[in-house]
Structures are given as C-alpha cells and as structure tokens.
C-alpha cells in the first residue's frame, strides 16, 4: 500500500513540477513584444459602462487599425479616379452633364469632394485615435521593459528550441562571469540571477515598430493641417508682365477650409525671358529639350531683387511656397486701330495649346475705346488660331507641325457688337461670347476671316479699322504657387515610416541564458539556452557561435569512466570504452518543446 501512495506521491509531484515548469518558461518568454493582448471575444457586461470599455478595445486592437487603414486607403481610390471639386469644377460639370444618373448619386455620396467629406472624415478620425489608443500603452510597457531587467533563467532550458550543454572543470563563478562578459561585449543587456547569467538583445525591433506607428500619426496630422492651411493658386504670365502675391492677381485661386488670405506671403516676381529647346530629328521629334523660365524676384516689402531660374521639376522655394513652372504657349502682338486709324488696343494676347505641338486657340477682345466709321462706340472681337510653324497654304489642315517658332502663321475672325461684359456672368477670357456680336462680312457675304504672317494686317471692311499681326511673338509661362505647411512634416514621418518599417522587419529580438551549476561529481555543468519571438534560424546560429566563444573560457572536461557491468565481458584489452571528451558546444537538440 505504501508503494503505491509513494507512487501516486511521485506522480503528483512530476506534475506539480512541470506545471511549474511551464510557467517558468512563460515568464522567462514573455514580453517579447508590446503588442497588447486581446481578450477572447465575448460580449461585454451590460450597461454603459461595459459596453464602452468593450468598443474601446475593440477600436484601440491592431486588428481594427488594420482595417481602418485599408478603408482609407479605398477611400481614396475614388479621390483619384473621379474629379474633385477642388481641383478642377469644369471637369466634375462636365461629368455631371455626361452623367445624368451617376452625378447625381456621387454628388450624394460625396465622391466630388472625396477628401473633406463626412464618411472619409469619420475613416480618418478613427484611424487616428485607434493608433493613439494602441501606440500609449505599448510606448509605456516598452519604457517598462527598458527600466526592467531581463526574466531569469526556467528551470528546464532544455525545453527551450535553442540547446547546448557541456561539462568543465572551471568554477561556476568563472564560468558565469565569462558569460556576463561576453555577452555584454556583444551587445546583451545582460545580468546574473541566481545560478544563471539571463540576457536580451534587439529592443530596435520594438523601437522601430513604435516609431512606424508614430511616424503613421505624424503623416495623419500632417495630411490634415496641409489640407486645412494649404493654398494653391494658377497665374499665367507673359514674357515682361510680372505678379505680386495677393489674392486678386491669382488667375484661379483654391484653398484649405482654414486658409486665411492674410496669411499669403509677401513676394513678387516678373518673367524676364522662357526658353524652350525640341527635339529636330528621331523618334522624339518636338519632344521638350528644355524649359526654362528666368525670373526676377523680391521676398518682402522691401526685398531686394534677385535673379533665379526654374524649370518644371525646378521650383523657386519663396517664404514657405513653391513657385512651379507648369505650362508654356505663345502670345501674339497685336494692335487694332479704329476708324480714324487710332489705335485702340496694342498687346500680347496669350494662347492656348491644343497639341503637343502647341497650335493654339483663344480670343482677342477690344472693350473700349473703339468707333466705328459711322463714329458708333462698339466692342470688337475676334477669334484667334495661332500656329508656330505652319506647314503651308494647300498643306492640309492649318495644325502646327512643329512646338518652335519656325514659320508662325495667326488665322482671324472678326466680330463687333456687345461682348457681354456688362451682364454680371462670368466668361471665359479665352472664349468669344457671340450672342449680342454680329459678324464682319467679307466681299461675299461670309464672315470675314484671314491667315495673316507676321507684319501683315487684315483691314476691316468698310472703312471699319484694322488689325496687325506685329512681327514680335511673345511667350507665356504658367505658374503654379503652392503652400503646403504640412509637407516637410509628412516627407519626415513617411521616411521615418519606411526606417521603422525595416527594424521591426528585420531586427529580431531574443533572450539567451547561461547556467552553470556543480554537477553530482563535482565538475561545472555548463548550460546555454536561446529564446526568440518567432522561429528562425538566426537563434540557433548565434547562440552556437556565443557557445563556442565561452566554450574557449571554459573548456570540456572528460565524461567519468562508466563503472563496467559485471554481466559484461572487459575489453580484450583489459581497458574500457570512453565517451568523446569534448561535446559539440554547438550541438542543438533535435527535439525541443515550443514555449507557449
């Protein structure tokens, strides 16, 4: 009877100790990384309270911000694919008037204005507070960790997936020091509890994965403030005309719902002089060579003048805001002249491209000052096709077949009456409003029209005045002026993204022990344990290479003689068997339990 309690004592005790034993393991494995621990999913208590605690965790889990950020990344899908009304009105009027059934239900859905409405706005707003709800408490437990020592040494090291032993003659003491050392030069955070040095290395990797969280918060507020104080403005200029930065000299102006006009920076600048190089010959025949626009300009009230260059992946950087060149085309001279042979207008009318190969189209407008021969004050107007290099009267259609100025030709239609200024309704500059304009007829009653060359003049009949196609050709430039305050903040956060990204990547953190006790015989045995957050090679490997360096302090010592087995015969010569005195300190067991 008492066998069989002995027995049952035993087995209890086995028990006891391996319960025991996985718990020492997974303390010793534990807060390998910050990542919170979610709870099971079970519905939350009833009552406010615990109906709040459980949308709050679900919010702050990685599981939800990981859906969060794929949300807003579709999100933004239709902010690309579909016009914006911030960007370009005509093109989402034209969508709706092409689109009688889809206009309207994006307009209810917000697609024109993907980016300021109410769904991605929600996206947004828990995308942040889910990272802030995640990023706090591991940033405190990280900072805990740090403040921390690394976990003692299980109380079985063989369970562990990395594994070596061998005996040695040297003191524990020596043998622990040895390690404490070693593993400090190589970079552990390393201490001695109890009969074991313990060890850690590679907190980069949780740095680095606070620091992409983090960095993604910083683009998230940077993306906000860019889009509520950004500023973005179009101003065409010709060759001598200059621009002062306030509101009323922008061509189109658009700007962040918190953008103040007051808040535009003070500076000034005029086009001096555009240049522009093609490609002659070859497959890239007309392709742009060269587009370069100098610049005078001046920071300030009172800034003195300089002299700068920018080309179209060249910005001028003034007081915060980047000046880009965006377009170029051609500005004919032309000077009208009334009845009495007066001038009455005498200037470069800018052009716009219709091809690569920049034929132009546009609109000459005299509002005042004009009278005609029978001394009625009148509006004149006249629709202008401009080509820098025709190919000839009989050539086909009149289509520039070069971007250069190698043969300019300017077609003109001629028309007078009211150009509808007066009406208070907007008109395009470049556009002839015809409804109160009546045509100039030619002598065979159509309307008049004429190809002129430079230097050459179309005479209105009837004794109505003229136009000259002056042998000068200005060019104009487009500029785009941006303020954009949030975008150095972005650029840093997206690099230190990119930076993190890589340590939680690639950096793997891990915990090595190394015990070493008296054995039965009185000879040091030597134990070294490695333990990493996921399975990998590199564990293994480096606690090899630790083992063998260690292994050099405290070399093996032989195995005792096996006593013979009095059933067994001796060796023939006398002498018996002994085991390899120098175990492989790199040796790993084939079978190893996985910490859980």
């Known amino acids: 009877m008492s066998t069989t309690d002995t027995g049952k004592g035993t087995a209890a005790q086995d028990d006891s100790t391996a319960v025991r034993d996985d718990n020492e393991l997974g303390a010793a494995g534990s807060q390998l990384s910050t990542a919170p621990r979610e709870d099971a999913p079970n519905l939350p208590s009833l009552g406010v309270i615990g109906w709040a605690r459980w949308f709050w965790r679900q919010l702050t889990s990685m599981r939800v911000a990981l859906i969060l950020l794929f949300l807003l990344s579709l999100g933004a899908i239709p902010g690309s694919l579909i ?11 034209q969508f709706t008037k092409d689109h009688t059934t889809l206009g309207p239900i994006y307009e209810k859905l917000g697609l024109f204005h993907v980016y300021s409405s109410v769904w991605f706005s929600a996206i947004y707003i828990l995308l942040f507070v889910s990272l802030i709800g995640c990023i706090v408490p591991r940033t405190w437990q990280f900072v805990g960790q740090l403040r921390g020592r690394p976990p003692g040494a299980p109380r079985r090291l063989t369970r562990l997936p990395a594994y070596t032993t061998w005996r040695t003659e040297a003191e524990p003491e020596a043998v622990r020091e040895a390690a404490l050392t070693l593993l400090k030069k190589r970079r552990f955070r390393a201490h001695t509890a109890g009969d074991a040095v313990a060890a850690e290395k590679g907190y980069l990797r949780e740095v680095g994965n606070l620091a992409f969280h983090i960095a993604l918060i910083v683009m998230l507020i940077a993306f906000a403030w860019g889009q509520l104080f950004r500023s973005e403005g179009n101003k065409l200029i010709v060759e001598g005309d200059g621009f002062a930065n306030t509101l009323t ?82 500005a004919p001279v032309v000077t009208v002249r009334d009845a009495k042979g007066d001038v009455v207008y005498s200037q470069a009318v800018p052009l716009l491209p219709l091809d690569s190969n920049v034929t132009s189209s546009g609109a000459i407008k005299v509002l005042d000052g004009y009278t005609n021969a029978k001394g009625e004050k009148e509006q004149l107007g006249f629709n202008a096709f401009f080509v820098p290099t025709f190919a000839g009267a009989g050539k086909g259609q009149m289509l520039s077949q070069f971007p250069a100025l190698d043969f300019p030709v300017l077609a003109l239609s001629a028309y007078h009456g009211d150009l509808g200024l007066n009406s208070g309704l907007p008109q395009s500059v470049y556009q002839l409003d015809r409804t109160n304009m009546k045509e100039f007829k030619d002598s065979k009653g159509n309307l008049l029209k004429q190809r002129l060359l ?95 360096i260690l292994y050099d302090t405290a070399p093996g010592a032989p195995d005792p003689d096996p006593e013979p087995d009095a059933d067994e015969d001796p060796e023939p010569d006398g002498k018996t068997s002994e085991a390899d005195p120098t175990p492989d300190p790199q040796a790993v067991p084939a079978e190893g339990a996985e910490p859980k």
Not at 83 to 93: A, F, H, I, L
Not at 486 to 498: E, K, P, Q
Request: no cysteine; glycine share 12%.
């Open 249 to 330: 000299q922008y061509d189109d102006f658009k700007s962040g719902n918190l953008f103040n006009t007051d808040d535009l920076p003070p500076f000034s600048f005029t086009l001096k002089d555009f240049k522009g190089t093609y490609a002659r010959t070859g497959p890239n025949r007309g392709t742009p060579r060269l587009y370069e626009a100098t610049l005078n300009y001046s920071e300030g009230a009172d800034g003195k003048e300089q002299k700068a260059k920018i080309g179209p992946t060249d910005p001028l950087r003034l007081d915060g805001s980047n000046v880009y060149l965006v377009s170029h085309g051609y």
């Open 454 to 548: 430079p230097g050459e003049t179309m005479k209105l009949p009837g004794g109505n005045g003229s136009i000259t196609f002056e042998k000068n050709v200005k060019e104009w430039a487009g500029f785009q002026v941006t303020h954009e305050p949030g975008s150095g903040w972005a650029l840093t956060a997206s690099m230190a993204a990119i930076f993190g990204l890589a340590a939680s990547l690639f950096i793997q953190r891990r915990r090595v022990w190394v015990r070493a006790t008296p054995g039965p015989d009185g000879v040091t045995v030597v134990e070294m344990a490695g333990l990493g957050r996921s399975e990998s090679a590199k564990v293994p490997e480096e606690l090899g290479d630790l083992a063998a």
């Open 83 to 93: 016009p914006q009304s911030g960007t370009d009105e005509m093109k989402v009027e």
